[in-house]
């Protein structure tokens, strides 16, 4: 009887990453690993020059399965239900896929330290965890001590009306703000966010942050829907649209970005004489 001798070895850390979403692309770009990547999303703008050095495989719902299983990953990374479909297509290929479904500050800093620990990274992915750490607390003390926390509506989208996810949501607490729709930010399914305009003039903000994911926000629509004219942030010019690769983007930039754009707009806001607030 013939017997085949088998040769083990230890694994090395995938080399050829395919990053179906931003976060993953600019995960791997903060802990010094982009040499792995092989293939990016359609919507990949952080780091800004990941295009210039990365193939385009994907959009966000869709990709090109031909494209993706040409560049022979060794690992795909996508995130959420939305792409289950694209996980599944990929699969049937006997492509190796993970998905990630962060959808709170915890969930996103998780997601770092286990890209981190797949690529043998896992110190400096707890290294630039603790930094995020830090500039959260930070910002979560400072807001202790103002004086006004304004009632804030963040729009993720306009038709139909969807309020903020949930780490957005924590991140206008975390600087000071009052999220007007915080019961409804746990909802996963975009649906479980809806808000009427009826909601939002009941709730009559003081702040309307805004960022429609895949267009640019038209403000003068926002003042000129029926009854706003009685909104406090419509009122006084507190409207302010949201780049949304800042803040709709579950990974490093809402964390940076995001976090110093709120604190700005939402710690700086000073009450007008009529304001009715806690």
């Known amino acids: ?52 050095n990365h193939p385009v495989v994907s ?9 993706i299983k040409a560049l022979q990953p ?33 969930e996103i800093l998780d997601t770092i330290i286990m890209i981190g620990s797949i690529v043998g990274a896992r110190q400096r992915a707890q290294d630039l965890v603790k930094n995020y750490i830090n500039d959260l607390q930070d910002a979560q003390q400072r ?11 963040f729009e993720e989208w306009d038709d139909p009306l969807i309020c903020s996810i949930q780490w957005v949501h924590e991140l206008i607490e975390i600087v000071g703000g009052i999220n007007v729709f915080a019961h409804k930010s746990t909802g996963k399914l975009a649906s479980e966010r809806f808000v009427s305009h009826q909601d939002i003039l009941t709730a009559n903000p003081d702040i309307i942050l805004a960022s429609w994911c895949g267009k640019p926000v038209d403000i003068n629509a926002i003042t ?8 406090t942030a419509v009122k006084y010019n507190q409207i302010h649209e949201i780049d949304p690769s800042i803040i709709l983007q579950p990974g490093p930039a809402a964390l940076s970005d995001g976090l110093k754009t709120f604190q700005q707009l939402i710690s700086s806001y000073t009450p007008s004489p009529q304001t009715n607030g806690p």
């Open 59 to 67: 959009a966000f719902i869709g990709g090109s399965i031909k494209k």
């Open 74 to 106: 060794d690992l795909i990374i996508g995130f959420s239900d939305i792409q289950a479909q694209l996980a599944h297509d990929l699969i049937k290929e006997n492509l190796p896929v993970v998905i990630f479904n962060q959808r709170s500050i915890q």
């Open 1 to 52: 009887m013939n017997h085949n001798n088998y040769n083990f070895s230890l694994p090395d850390a995938p080399q050829r990453i395919v990053c179906l979403t931003e976060e993953p692309t600019e995960i791997l770009y903060a802990l010094g690993e982009q040499h792995r990547i092989v293939g990016i999303s359609a919507y990949t703008v952080r780091p800004t020059h990941a295009k210039d």
């Open 224 to 231: 000129s829907r029926e009854g706003y004219h009685n909104i």
């Open 143 to 153: 807001a202790q001590h103002m004086a006004y926390h304004p009632k804030v509506y």
